[in-house]
């Protein structure tokens, strides 16, 4: 769901003996410690579940909200001697999505294992991708309110995700749900590029743009679909080397991924400026109190022990496969932008805003294809957005679909209804889901538009006014107004806004 509001990105002024938080518009977020100002660091690590019927090593199910353990095969549980066959689709949605990301596609690629224990991790390693992903670097640009700026990629590679473990259904017990176990991810690596909460919040949701128009990750973070590690550290500004990082794991919300950026970095220049140093380690953000808490300490690749997996060979891509995923790409949204700046004189925001999901885009072409693109572009970014707000819905599920917001706009249009009444129909559709051509006949909604009824009404109400009529043409053009109100109150609004003033020109002369 789209919002009117344009993104504003803020810096924050963390005042060291308050506590303050103070914004203006910039790009940076900068750190008022006691000594000097401090500016933050921040990579992600995005863990995006691959769309794909079954898992990455085996046939089971992904479909979500499933009854637990309902969707575990032989090999996602583990069972001695079941062997791993990799999922050729999610190869290709990896592939795919790399090309999205204007990223090098590596053709020979190695999987892993990732060796630590957990209770939700059967086999006691995770089968991942470590010196040999399938994707290198690449990079995305973010459309901020001072100027683009491009992220870069780091890499992207395959993995399995681990199962769930459940803590709250028994006081004394923890529980393990293996549904999930399997699941293809693909951890897409920023570069530490970001340099604000605003500017992660702006890459998350271009990231989750560009896949969700591939169809390679729906993106529903409300379903576990789309996650993130946030790398966090801070420097002096000006410094350009990078501090030591504390990595916060397994956040699922935008928001949070803010309200977690601002604990830690506040939480190291205390540290720093009390004389004591930061410990690289792994940490949790707790939603309730609204802080950082310790896990452990950050582990380096050496500690998992990486090894190629025996049980499964390397991957080598034909580079024919890769020219055909790319040929097949479709329009992504930076492409779609500058399209519809050109062909439907939109701004770069209005554009910005109307690409910036799949679903959006496409309604807002199936509309204008057949409309006037002026009143297409106000009524969607106005009163339809307004609408899903106010419900809290997607542009998916609104009851006014594209067909009948174009007849409503066409309606409009045409001069069978005004701009006022239109607001009237719209507020009966977007309850009902009715037919807006329905509303307007079983209510008599339509505009009079046949020229001598409208001078029949006019004749009348200048016969009731010779004394303005002839005050208007002395001078008096302000009456003008006057004489248009009279005439919609004796028509009972239905008269044609644009005729009446035609012919009340013609008869004031």
């Not at 308050?18 to 863990?47: A, P, Q, T």
Request: with cysteine; hydrophobic share 35%; net charge neutral.
């Amino acid at each position: 769901m789209q919002s009117k509001r344009k993104l504003i990105l803020n810096k924050f002024l963390i005042d060291g003996g308050k506590n303050r938080l103070m914004s203006d518009r910039s790009e940076k977020y900068l750190i008022n410690g006691e000594k000097d100002k401090w500016e933050v660091v921040i990579g992600l690590e995005v863990h995006a579940q691959v769309t794909s019927n079954s898992k990455l090593f085996s046939g089971s199910s992904t479909t979500f909200g499933a009854e637990p353990n309902t969707q575990v095969s032989l090999v996602d549980s583990a069972f001695p001697g079941m062997l791993p066959v990799i999922n050729e689709y999610c190869v290709q949605q990896a592939v795919k999505t790399g090309l999205g990301l204007n990223a090098k596609i590596n053709p020979y690629s190695v999987f892993d294992r990732k060796n630590y224990f957990y209770a939700d991790l059967p086999q006691g390693y995770q089968i991942s991708q470590y010196k040999n992903p399938i994707v290198g670097e690449g990079e995305i640009t973010l459309d901020l309110p001072n100027g683009s700026k491009k992220v870069g990629i780091e890499r992207l590679h395959l993995e399995q995700d681990a199962g769930k473990s459940i803590h709250d259904l028994d006081p004394s017990n923890t529980f393990v749900d293996l549904n999930r176990s399997g699941v293809a991810l693909m951890e897409i690596v920023s570069k530490p590029d970001l340099r604000s909460p605003d500017e992660v919040n702006a890459y998350v949701k271009k990231l989750r743009s560009i896949m969700r128009y591939l169809g390679t990750c729906d993106g529903n973070m409300q379903e576990g679909s789309l996650r993130a590690d946030v790398n966090v550290s801070v420097r002096k500004e000006g410094d350009t080397k990078l501090g030591t990082r504390c990595e916060i794991k397994n956040v699922n919300s935008i928001k949070f991924m803010q309200m977690a950026i601002i604990y830690e970095s506040k939480r190291q220049v205390e540290l720093l400026e009390s004389g004591k140093s930061i410990d690289q380690e792994t940490r949790l953000f707790d939603i309730k109190k609204n802080e950082t808490r310790s896990m452990r300490s950050k582990e380096d690749a050496h500690d998992y022990r990486y090894f190629p997996d025996p049980d499964l060979l390397p991957l080598n891509l034909d580079k024919k496969l890769i020219e055909k995923i790319r040929k097949d790409l479709p329009e992504l949204p930076d492409e779609k932008k500058e399209r519809f700046i050109k062909e439907h004189s939109l701004t770069p925001y209005e554009a910005n805003v109307l690409v910036s999901e799949k679903e959006i885009s496409n309604y807002f072409e199936e509309v204008i294809k057949s409309s006037d693109k002026k009143l297409t572009k106000n009524w969607i970014m106005g009163d339809l957005f307004a609408s899903l707000n106010e419900k809290n819905i997607s542009i998916s599920e609104s009851p006014v679909t594209a067909k009948k917001m174009a007849e409503l706009i066409d309606s409009i249009s045409s001069g069978v209804i005004s701009g006022r009444t239109a607001k009237e129909v719209f507020e009966i559709m977007k309850e009902t889901g009715e037919d807006p051509k329905k509303i307007i006949e079983s209510k008599g909604l339509q505009q009079k538009s046949d020229p001598k009824e409208l001078e029949k009404i006019i004749d009348k109400i200048l016969s009731d006014n010779k004394d303005k009529a002839e005050q208007y043409k002395s001078g008096k053009d302000k009456l003008f107004g006057f004489f248009v109100g009279q005439v919609m109150k004796e028509s009972g609004g239905k008269a044609n806004p644009q005729l009446v003033n035609e012919i009340l020109k013609k008869k004031l002369k």
